[in-house]
């Protein structure tokens, strides 16, 4: 239930750095493709438009029931997310290359980006229950490498290693904020480390040249590396002001791939220029600021996982998709957190931000002083 304490405790500020980060990526998304030399993609800002208003209802829904509950069910619904993702093996239709969407009729959903969401609260729930006071041992990774291990592995075979990445590097987040001891996490990073060897022996061919061509630009500039020269060159060409909105040249004269979902920022960069892009990032700062602020402020231990969880997943998203943009990493294929096009994605952002909503107005309810309650001293 809702009482006038938690009405009084709602995070406007976070709502409105929601609506105008949206905003923006609803204009930007209209520019990229209204108008363009590909007519099939003019309808594309209508519908998200229809993704964005179902994310507004996601995430009020979302807020309504107490992370608590929903934490309850975390192991539940990360069971499920595996399912669709098999689901997605089996039978996902084949898009761009990549087996990542499952069809309902005229709709498409990607099980990946739900799947993210559903980890954090399984990994919080985890590392709430089995706190221990004398601190954790190696042993106690072997179910969060269990949780992590199956969907990574069913994601990477998509193939999607960006979501894949993202969701390693949440978990590592969060393993390493639930407070297991430094030793280990560095044992842990040394092997990752030893193992990228064996790692290049899996990945496709296109794989490695993408990330030769990240070490190499000049490696495979018509081919692999034919998107990033053209993303710098669209950053690049919008100079301090930009080229004006619906004036980007590389976006309108189709040499920009992906404009609309990867490749979104080259595109509001070149038409808005470094002020505009500057603009977007410092949105994007301070909405992960509030989040870091959430994390901090929460009372139980729960609630502050929930939130780190939240907050990296942003993180990563945004810091990977503007470093893509601008040849700094590989393109992987990772969307822009309410800018790109895209109805799975803007659903999982929504999500994530009515959690901290829903963790930031029940503050006050699970803290010290209640009995029963967990008693959160940090990691």
Same mark, same amino acid.
Not at 61 to 81: E, P, S
Not at 217 to 246: T, V
Not at 267 to 273: D, I, K, M, T
């Given at each position: ?35 363009? /030399?590909? &007519?099939? #993609?003019?309808?594309?800002? +209508?519908?998200?438009?229809?993704? %964005?208003?179902? =994310?507004?209802? @996601?995430? !009020? ?99 999607? /290693?960006? &979501?894949? #990445?993202?969701?390693?590097? +949440?978990?590592?987040?969060?393993? %390493?904020?639930? =407070?297991?001891? @430094?030793? !280990? ?103 992960? #600021?509030?989040?870091?602020? +959430? ?85």
């Amino acid at each position: 239930m809702i009482d006038r304490r938690m009405l009084l405790n709602i995070d406007w500020m976070l709502v409105l750095l929601i609506f105008m980060i949206g905003a923006s990526g609803l204009t930007t998304v209209y520019s990229a493709t209204h108008g363009r /030399l590909e &007519t099939h #993609l003019d309808d594309l800002y +209508i519908k998200q438009i229809y993704w %964005f208003s179902a =994310g507004i209802v @996601l995430m !009020i829904l979302v807020t309504l029931v107490d992370y608590q509950v929903l934490a309850k069910g975390a192991y539940i619904f990360l069971v499920l997310g595996i399912l669709l993702l098999l689901g997605v093996l089996g039978f996902g239709r084949v898009s761009s290359g990549a087996r990542r969407w499952i069809f309902l009729g005229p709709l498409s959903f990607q099980p990946s980006e739900g799947v993210k969401i559903f980890l954090i609260l399984a990994f919080a729930r985890y590392f709430t229950d089995t706190r221990r006071e004398g601190g954790y041992r190696f042993r106690d990774l072997l179910i969060p490498v269990v949780m992590l291990g199956i969907p990574f592995i069913l994601i990477a075979k998509q193939p999607d /290693l960006g &979501t894949a #990445l993202v969701l390693f590097l +949440i978990a590592y987040t969060l393993v %390493f904020i639930s =407070g297991f001891p @430094l030793k !280990i996490l560095l044992s842990l990073t040394g092997v990752g480390l030893a193992a990228m060897p064996v790692a290049w022996r899996f990945l496709k061919d296109y794989q490695k040249v993408r990330l030769i061509t990240l070490l190499n630009p000049d490696f495979d500039p018509l081919g692999a590396g034919y998107h990033s020269w053209q993303s710098k060159i669209a950053i690049g060409s919008g100079g301090f002001w930009g080229k004006g909105l619906f004036a980007g040249t590389q976006s309108g004269l189709n040499f920009l791939p992906e404009k609309h979902t990867d490749f979104i920022f080259a595109v509001l960069a070149e038409e808005w220029g470094f002020l505009g892009a500057a603009g977007l990032i410092v949105l994007y700062m301070a909405l992960i #600021l509030r989040g870091v602020s +959430i994390a901090y402020t929460s009372k139980d231990r729960m609630a502050s996982l929930i939130a780190t969880g939240v907050v990296s997943m942003l993180s990563f998203y945004v810091l990977l998709n503007i470093a893509m943009t601008m040849g700094l990493a590989p393109v992987v294929g990772l969307p822009l957190p309410l800018l790109s096009y895209g109805g799975s994605s803007t659903l999982a952002t929504m999500l994530a931000v009515g959690l901290l909503l829903n963790i930031r107005m029940r503050r006050f309810l699970y803290n010290p002083g209640n009995e029963g309650r967990v008693n959160y001293q940090g990691p």
